[in-house]
């Protein structure tokens, strides 16, 4: 009579029936880990990396207060070393396989390639703005207009 294995994948049963009957205790125990080691809390600290970069690379240029208040948290984020936090821009990288130093040196380079690409930069007008009277703007007709009916009255 057939035991039928409970939670594990059509894969595994299929591949149980090619194995020797006998197995060391490390190899049974294998069949019921995870395939790969804290595979979730990974992916968190992947997501939390590339939020930290995206958010460093995205507001470096940011001209309100919000995008300049999240590019000067990922900069201190990123720039903070020794610290002991779990989350920590050291502990993530560290738990990634990644150097949290070669990383920061990364961030750095582009950060003074984009800094002076964008001084580069220089606006050329084609045709000047073409000037406008102070009469014409609306701002004059209106304070024109209270000005005579505050004369009438």
Request: net charge positive.
């Amino acid at each position: 009579m057939m035991v039928q294995d409970q939670g594990l994948s059509m894969e595994e049963r299929v591949t149980s029936l090619f194995q020797p009957d006998t197995l060391l205790p490390g190899q049974y125990l294998d069949t019921f880990r995870r395939k790969l080691h804290l595979e979730p809390e990974k992916k968190l600290m992947l997501a939390i990396l590339e939020d930290g970069i995206a958010c460093f690379q995205k507001y470096l240029f940011a001209r309100d207060s919000k995008g300049k208040a999240l590019f000067r948290e990922a900069e201190a984020w990123v720039e903070e070393k020794g610290s002991e936090a779990v989350f920590s821009f050291d502990s993530v990288c560290e738990a990634l396989g990644l150097d949290p130093d070669y990383l920061r040196r990364g961030l750095a380079n582009w950060k003074a390639r984009a800094l002076a690409q964008r001084n580069q930069i220089k606006v050329v007008r084609l045709a000047p703005r073409p000037r406008r009277s102070i009469r014409t703007t609306p701002l004059a007709r209106r304070a024109r207009h209270r000005l005579k009916r505050a004369v009438n009255r």
